[in-house]
């Protein structure tokens, strides 16, 4: 955070001097650019609504930390969204069904579970009124640097197994075919985006976490040509639109995960303009 400091002191905005401030903006920047990544992912194996579904999973498990007691209900979280998508990548292999048919089931039965847990024993629900619009200007220092790690983790797969990511999500049967093992692809990735959302989902918030995941690549696919594009637009537009929201709920005090929402919607309607245009 040393560095980082001393870039920011370079910096001649007000909100520059804030250490949460600064701290906000460097979560966006490592944010960002995994929700760009993996959004592209996401959109191309039609699982918009798998992060919902997870960040359903994750509630769930942090219900379960706290029932259990213990200090940092978080790790529970992550446990049982990982569970929860390798569980949700094997249904979805063997059974064959289609993935919004076993995202509803598995959805539906997480948050279910969430607020039974939640309300056991007369309990209130309330208590868990914060995850879902989220803080991000309560994010910590060592947080980021866990989001850090699994930005260079998602950044090495990409470049090592993204053909093979690819193939498996447009065509598992071909893939298969040419010895790619398809539900392995698929648990890694699955697994990847269960703990983003699970470690961010408290500063983001729940009810918009979705659309951080489809959102980049939609529009990215309205401009893009080819596959470099479409990714480098993705990524781009996702961390454009995270300072640019961030921002904006600095200076008229909204929500960030609702500001930046919004402006990825803006970014998605100005592409979904121009695509029309094009064509």
């Known amino acids: 955070m040393g560095l980082w400091n001393l870039l920011m002191d370079l910096l001649p905005f007000e909100w520059a001097g804030y250490g ?3 701290t906000a903006l460097l979560a966006v920047l490592v944010i960002s650019p995994l929700f760009g990544l ?5 959109v191309t194996n039609r699982m918009s609504f798998f992060s919902d579904a997870l960040g359903h999973s994750a509630f769930t498990g942090i219900a379960i930390g706290v029932l259990c007691g213990l200090a940092e209900p978080m790790w529970c979280a992550v446990a049982f969204a990982l569970a929860f998508s390798l569980l949700f990548t094997y249904v979805r292999c063997k059974s064959h069904m289609a993935s919004d048919t076993v995202i509803g089931v598995f959805s539906s039965t997480a948050v279910a579970l969430g607020i039974f847990i939640a309300t056991l024993g007369g309990g209130s629900f309330t208590k868990f ?4 619009i989220g803080d991000i200007l309560s994010v910590e220092p ?5 989001l850090a790690a699994i930005l260079g ?3 090495v797969l990409w470049v090592c197994a993204f053909n093979h ?8 049967a071909l893939a298969d075919s040419r010895g790619i093992r398809v539900f392995w692809q698929e648990a890694v990735f699955s697994a990847a985006i269960a703990v983003v959302v699970t470690v961010s989902m408290t500063w983001v918030g729940l009810l918009v976490i979705n659309s951080l995941l489809v959102l980049p690549a939609a529009a990215a696919r309205n401009l893009a040509r080819n596959l470099r594009q479409y990714h480098l637009f993705s990524l781009l537009g996702a961390v454009a639109c995270g300072v640019a929201g961030l921002m904006t709920s600095y200076y008229i005090g909204a929500s960030a995960g609702a500001s930046i929402t919004l402006y990825l919607a803006l970014f998605f309607a100005v592409t979904l303009v121009f695509h029309k245009r094009r064509m």
């Open 129 to 132: 009124n914060s995850l879902l």
């Open 142 to 146: 060592g947080k980021i640097a866990l």
């Open 153 to 155: 983790v998602v950044a």
């Open 165 to 172: 990511l690819m193939l498996s999500s447009i065509h598992p």
């Open 20 to 22: 949460f401030m600064r």
């Open 38 to 42: 993996l959004s592209t992912m996401v």
